[in-house]
């Protein structure tokens, strides 16, 4: 039996499970939910034929030999958890699983989830990608260069399965990969907002832009911190907070990162991490030096300046 990692919504704690939390209950949940399901909708339909020009088969056997109700049955749906295991898939490659009201969608660990290799690409972000670098050696430029509506289209949807992986990989406290399919995702929404023919492919997932950059800086920190790089933590959170700041700011919103969930939930985990965060060498010794000046204590000036000096020459390099 596959081991499964299930995350309940209530009474949560530590930032991991609470990263996860925020994933499902981001303000973004209900429209980015909805846009999902017309996407998964009309791919569905599409791969079904159901376009007017085909129809279904409808051999019994065929059918019943399809039923996922074993499957279904032995891992019940629960509302308000985030259900997720890895099974070795018939082929000998772990899979991750993740249970939907719906039934269960299976993904691959590495590369397009949906194991497809669109033009013999890793996935579609690549291939266009690999197109505007052909472009730019061809013309020397990018400009000219765009995407056009169902070209935009397609990614959006691609982008869709690696947002399901990710926020699974999250689960898992697998964050080195939800660090790197969150940073693939925010390629997409670079790719769109600067080559996309029409505005509304150009904006389409801007929307989403703080919660991928607040994922992609929490997964980060959370990799660092296991293995107890509190300061490189501190850096990743920081870092985020600056580029959803610059977000807002883009857009002519910059009271929106006052009241941005996002950068509350970043907010929390920094003042987590400097729980654990050492006091510098450096700092200490100045706000002692300033101390015994301002106390007129000279002698311990004198001794706290010679210190001072010899922690800026030895200063570690290493991370702590």
């Excluded at 660990?109 to 505007?132: I, K």
């Excluded at 920190?221 to 990743?236: G, I, P, Q």
Aim: charged share 35%; glycine share 6%.
């Amino acid at each position: 039996m596959p081991c499964a990692v299930r995350l309940s919504l209530k009474g949560r704690s530590g930032p991991a499970n609470r990263a996860t939390a925020d994933a499902v209950d981001s303000p973004l949940k209900k429209a980015y939910h909805l846009w999902v399901q017309e996407a998964r909708l009309e791919a569905l339909l599409r791969r079904a034929g159901l376009d007017g020009n085909r129809g279904c088969q409808r051999s019994g056997e065929t059918m019943s030999s399809k039923d996922l109700s074993p499957i279904i049955d032995e891992w019940p749906y629960e509302p308000g958890h985030i259900s997720v295991r890895k099974i070795r898939g018939r082929d000998g490659r772990v899979k991750i699983q993740m249970r939907v009201n719906l039934g269960v969608l299976q993904m691959e660990v590495d590369g397009r989830p949906d194991g497809t290799r669109p033009y013999n690409c890793e996935s579609l972000l690549h291939h266009h990608l690999e197109r505007l670098e052909e472009y730019r050696r061809r013309n020397g430029t990018d400009l000219g260069f765009t995407l056009d509506s169902e070209e935009c289209r397609e990614i959006r949807e691609e982008a869709v399965q690696y947002y399901h992986r990710y926020l699974a990989n999250f689960v898992l406290e697998d964050y080195e990969a939800v660090a790197r399919d969150t940073q693939r995702n925010l390629e997409v929404l670079e790719l769109c907002a600067k080559f996309a023919d029409e505005d509304e492919d150009k904006y389409a997932l801007e929307q989403y832009h703080p919660y991928i950059l607040m994922m992609n800086a929490r997964s980060k920190a959370l990799l660092a911190l296991e293995h107890r790089r509190f300061r490189t933590a501190l850096a990743h959170v920081n870092s985020g907070l600056r580029r959803i700041k610059q977000f807002f700011r883009n857009y002519g919103e910059p009271k929106a990162y006052r009241v941005s969930g996002e950068v509350e939930v970043l907010k929390t985990l920094r003042k987590e991490i400097l729980a654990h965060v050492p006091e510098d060498p450096i700092h200490r010794t100045q706000r002692l030096l300033k101390r015994a000046l301002r106390e007129e204590r000279y002698e311990d000036a004198a001794r706290l300046r010679d210190e001072l000096e010899v922690l800026r020459k030895q200063r570690p390099t290493e991370d702590i």
